[in-house]
């Protein structure tokens, strides 16, 4: 069984049926699997041979889904780097070849392919390969995760582990997706993307991706009969700004959130414009999804809620600071590994993460949690990390970047979470000139490093409070600021 035969089998019984909608097109299975064949002429010609690394940089699904396909059946490590090959650098990633889809990028020379949407438009007939056969040519796929540092990398997988992952990623509904119609506001190279639009498609359904058009997504429910979607918090945010968002979800019959942890706010805010089931999820690109409730406005949830196991086979410990296994305990920091008989997950290079990462076959993700019976709650984290929808900032690297671009100050990032339970930046310093909010932004904006955070405070104090150990006092910090108010 591979990706490439499964979804074939799907193609030979509804060839003709709609599998991915976007801004610009619409294809059938068919055409689909069309591509992938198109795409192997080209790509081989060009160099590139089964086993080898190709990293894809492109916010494109009706790229980014046949060149999953063609990894399947040429056995490639597949690494999806997102919208840009600037996590590939980050991640001091070696590859083979590098494949773009936008005019503009660049890559290294004599390995990078920009694929040309002429190659698609050629009236000859293909005559396709029984792809149903195919029997698996050891792909892995590799997606990025900012993981509990900030730092890019990347979290490898088998193909049949994906394929687990792909299975299980909708077991909650109980009609399952098979009629349905999904649609995700993630990027479509983004791991939970990946893994949704699939089990979508191998279960006969359609998918839309919007890409880098998110924006439009609330006509596009309508215009497309959009009914099961996938979302994060800011996501949510956003539609609860929009005066008429309410006439654009009545068809939607299922949302699962997940990237970060929704808050009970923006959860009862969406339930007064939304009558669809609401499931908050909690997970990470390395294991996958772990916690899952289905959130109901009559059951009153105490802070901090994250829900329960999400499918028996996930197992969840807890760690001392040291990250040493407390055998029996109900609290501390979480580690949770799955159970399933397809392989764990990895990263791709070493993180060289402390405290966080693959510790005794579990991940620990670098959350503080207490277990109740069969309940889990957050109660803290083991770093200094921003969360924006699962694009997680190190407090210590906004900290480096803004030091450089205002030498002199004494600087302090702080997580700052508004009542929507959205987190977003604070920054308390001392120096000799005045800071505003807006220098600040513009400053983040520039390095292109922190995609969509948000600077809500900037506080000038007369010198920063300092620990025993003399260190920065955050929580007298916080409290002198304002962001912390007992």
């Known amino acids: 069984m591979s990706l490439v035969s499964e979804f074939a089998k799907v193609a030979a019984r509804l060839p003709q049926k709609i599998a991915l909608i976007t801004t610009t097109s619409q294809l059938t299975f068919h055409d689909i699997l069309a591509m992938v064949q198109v795409l192997d002429d080209r790509l081989t010609a060009q160099g590139i041979r089964p086993g080898q690394t190709v990293a894809v940089a492109s916010p494109r699904a009706e790229f980014i889904i046949p060149l999953a396909l063609l990894a399947s059946y040429r056995g490639w490590t597949v690494v999806f780097s997102g919208n840009s090959p600037q996590p590939l650098t980050e991640a001091g990633l070696a590859f083979d070849w590098l494949i773009l889809t936008e005019a503009g990028v660049e890559g290294p020379a004599g390995r990078t392919i920009t694929i040309d949407p002429a190659w698609f438009r050629s009236p000859a007939k293909l005559t396709l390969p029984d792809f149903t056969a195919h029997q698996g040519a050891g792909v892995r796929f590799a997606f990025p995760s900012s993981g509990t540092t900030g730092v890019a990398k990347f979290t490898l997988s088998s193909e049949a582990n994906r394929l687990e992952a792909m299975s299980d990623n909708w077991h909650s509904l109980d009609a399952g997706l098979s009629g349905r119609r999904g649609l995700t506001s993630l990027a479509p190279g983004t791991g939970w993307a990946f893994t949704t639009n699939f089990a979508f498609l191998l279960a006969g359904s359609s998918v839309v991706s919007l890409g880098t058009e998110a924006s439009q997504i609330l006509p596009t429910l309508d215009l497309y009969n959009v009914d099961t979607l996938a979302l994060t918090p800011v996501m949510v945010s956003r539609m609860l700004a929009i005066p008429e968002a309410a006439q654009f979800l009545a068809g939607v019959r299922d949302i699962r959130f997940g990237g970060a942890l929704v808050s009970e706010m923006l959860l009862r805010d969406f339930a007064r414009i939304c009558s669809a089931r609401l499931y908050r999820a909690y ?4 294991i996958g999804t772990c916690l899952m409730e289905c959130w109901s406005p009559d059951t009153p949830r105490a802070e901090g809620y994250l829900g329960r196991l999400s499918n028996p086979r996930i197992e969840a410990a807890f760690f001392d600071e040291d990250l040493n296994p407390i055998p029996g305990a109900t609290e501390g920091i979480v580690g949770f590994r799955s159970h399933g008989s397809t392989g764990a997950r990895s990263y791709l290079t070493d993180p060289h993460d402390a405290k966080t990462g693959f510790h005794h076959g579990f991940f620990i993700p670098g959350d503080v949690m207490r277990r109740e019976g069969d309940d889990f709650f957050l109660i803290g984290r083991t770093k200094n990390i921003l969360n924006i929808s699962g694009n997680k900032f190190s407090l210590e690297m906004i900290g480096e970047h803004l030091a450089r671009a205002f030498p002199g100050a004494d600087l302090v990032p702080l997580v700052d979470t508004g009542s929507d339970g959205l987190e977003r930046l604070a920054l308390a310093y001392r120096a000799d000139h005045a800071l505003s909010a807006a220098e600040v932004q513009r400053a983040l904006d520039a390095s292109h490093r922190f995609p969509g955070l948000q600077v809500t405070l900037v506080a000038r104090v007369p010198m920063i409070p300092l620990t025993q150990t003399v260190k920065a006092d955050i929580k007298a910090l916080r409290r002198e600021i304002g962001l912390d108010r007992a």
């Not at 997970?283 to 390395?286: I, K, L, N, R, T």
């Open 283 to 286: 997970g990470a690109a390395e």
